[in-house]
Structure formats: C-alpha cells, structure tokens
C-alpha cells in the first residue's frame, strides 16, 4: 500500500456502501475505494459475481430490492458514505412496465434512499454519536443533455432536481448533518452504455479524486458544455428553490 496515498486520503477508515455494486463504475469505485483504505459496502440486487475471484471485492455485500429500502436503514445507520448508483436505460420507449421500471429504479428508489439516509444522519447527529453523513447521487450527464434515451433522461431529470431541492432546503436551514454531493458523468462503458465513450476506471478515479474537496457538483465527463451549463443550471434551480421556500415559510 503506498503510504502517501494512505496519509491523504480522507476516504482511509470509513464506511462507504455503494449501490450497483455489480455493475461497471459500481465495481471501479469498490476497487478505487479499497485502495484508499475504505470498509467498502457493496449493494446489489443479484447474488451474480458476488464471490468472482477474479475482481476485487467489497468487505460485505447486502442484497436489496427496490421498493424495500426501509428494510436497509439499520445496516446504514453504520455507514459514513453512501453512493447511489444503480440505474436502469429501458430499451422500450412507450413500454408500460419499461417506464414503470425506469421510474421505481432511478428515480423513486434514489429518493426513498435520500430521505433514509438523511433521518439517520439527523438522528446520529442529534445524539452526538457520529460525525455528518455524507450521500453521493448519480444523476449523469443525462440530467441535462440527450442521451439517446428519453425515458432514461427524464427519470434522470426527475431525480436531479429533486436532489438540487433538498440541497436548497439543507442550505435554507444551515445543516451539516448530511453532506450531498451530485455526480454528474459523461458516457462510460458498461452495460446500460455498451458506446460509451470513457472507461469506468477512469471515471471511477477521477470521482474520487474530486471528492476528496468539499465540492457539490462533482462532473466528469469529455463535454466541455456540461462543465459551462451544469453549474448554472444548478445555481438557478437553488435559488429558485429557496426563493419559494421563503415565500411559503412567511
């Protein structure tokens, strides 16, 4: 292990679960984590590939379905990082059931998570037991630019500005319990993108790397207009929210 890795690191000792453990950037993160010296949780829902010898491992897995989050909240309450990062790019565009799916996966389930998430780091700093919680969400470059997927983008867009709602709502009301960070990615292999243009590794360490500051937007992808229009986007929808919440509070 290389010391000066280990020395830097703020990632050395903390708990991190990861959702979509088992697909590509979920496993390139386990494997980038690990090497920062984190207890690395990884959440799936397919026992598949669980025990592969030949790919580095979580420290432990939990086995989860959609629409049962509830049932995670105690395995949680031990954890200091989570990264939400399943997702699901239907292939049918007027399918019912694909829609349906698509919402409950990358939209409902990510918010049912949050909310989670974010009473556990209420409650733990309440009682003084831990430090803040801190929760990352792949929303994906989709949430503002085409990907080919219109469904995808949309449940991607949903998701996205919720996420920006809560995080107005935590600076209206000046909480350190829960840090968010939003992870916005360009196209990377895997197998909702077979076309990607990035590798999961790389991608996998670039996000790291930009977590280690205290930076909310974390963006890594071979746009340069995102890295203009990300930003922006996300200030007016901030002020935005929290111009109407101070409407409402009065």
């Known amino acids: 292990m290389n010391k000066s890795l280990s020395n830097k690191s703020r990632f050395k000792g903390l708990k991190i679960a990861i959702t979509g453990a088992n697909g590509s950037l979920g496993k390139s993160l386990i494997k980038e984590l690990k090497r920062n010296e984190a207890y690395v949780v990884g959440l799936t829902h397919s026992q598949k590939n669980m025990n592969n010898p030949f790919e580095i491992a979580p420290d432990d897995w939990i086995v989860w379905s959609c629409g049962e989050e509830k049932l995670l909240s105690k395995r949680l309450s031990k954890i ?3 990264i939400l990062n399943h997702g699901f790019n239907p292939k049918e565009l007027i399918d019912s059931n694909e829609i349906n799916k698509a919402i409950e996966i990358n939209t409902l389930s990510h918010w049912r998570l949050i909310q989670i998430f974010e ?3 209420i409650k733990n700093n309440n009682s003084n037991e831990y430090s803040s919680k801190e929760i990352w969400i792949n929303t994906s470059e989709a949430e503002i630019q085409i990907a080919f997927s219109p469904v995808y983008e949309i449940t991607k867009r949903l998701i996205g500005e919720l996420v920006s709602l809560k995080k107005s709502k935590l600076l209206i009301e000046k909480s350190n319990s829960l840090i968010i960070k939003k992870l916005i990615l360009g196209p990377f292999k895997s197998k909702l993108n077979p076309q990607g243009l990035l590798s999961p590794e790389f991608v996998a360490k670039k996000i790291i790397k930009k977590a280690e500051t205290k930076d909310y937007l974390i963006i890594v992808t071979p ?3 995102t890295y203009l229009l990300m930003p922006i986007i996300e200030f007016i929808r ?7 919440m101070k409407i409402y509070s009065k």
């Open 238 to 244: 901030i002020i935005y929210s929290q111009f109407i």
């Open 119 to 121: 009473e556990l780091a």
């Open 223 to 225: 746009n340069p207009i």
């Open 80 to 82: 200091d990082i989570l």
